[in-house]
């Protein structure tokens, strides 16, 4: 399976972004998917995660209320809505598929990452 993460840019804070993952091949469209972000030098961090029906997803409190995850199965494509944003949203996005149950922001229990997009928020 390959994901393709895309969407990512330059806004400026206070702005919105929709940031898409394509699935190919396999497309596990019965696991749970996540979204996750990294900056350099730093830990790769949980952001969001979504049930294969879409409805029950988890949130890390930094972006609670201001970001959405979402999926469309019959189009293989996983989406974070991303309004309000703040400088320090700024980071490469992940997406990745949970395979192992357990903690939702424990990121070994993903696989199938995808190649990240980056998202820079101006102050």
């Known amino acids: 399976v390959q994901l393709q993460a895309s969407g990512g840019g330059l806004v400026q804070a206070g702005g919105s972004l929709r940031l898409s993952c394509a699935a190919s091949?396999?497309?596990?469209?019965?696991?749970?998917k996540a979204w996750f972000r990294q900056t350099p030098g730093k830990e790769r961090e949980f952001v969001a995660n979504?049930?294969?029906?879409?409805?029950?997803?988890v949130y890390a409190d930094s972006v609670k209320g201001r970001f959405t995850i979402s999926r469309d199965n019959a189009k293989n494509t996983l989406y974070l809505q991303m309004n309000s944003l703040k400088p320090e949203d700024t980071a490469f996005y992940y997406c990745?598929?949970?395979?192992?149950?357990?903690?939702?922001?424990?990121?070994?229990?993903?696989?199938?990452w995808g190649q990240g997009t980056l998202v820079t928020v101006s102050s």
């Open positions: 091949g396999r497309t596990f469209s019965s696991f749970v």
């Open positions: 979504i049930n294969y029906r879409g409805d029950v997803t």
């Open positions: 990745a598929i949970k395979v192992t149950s357990g903690r939702d922001s424990d990121d070994s229990l993903y696989r199938y």
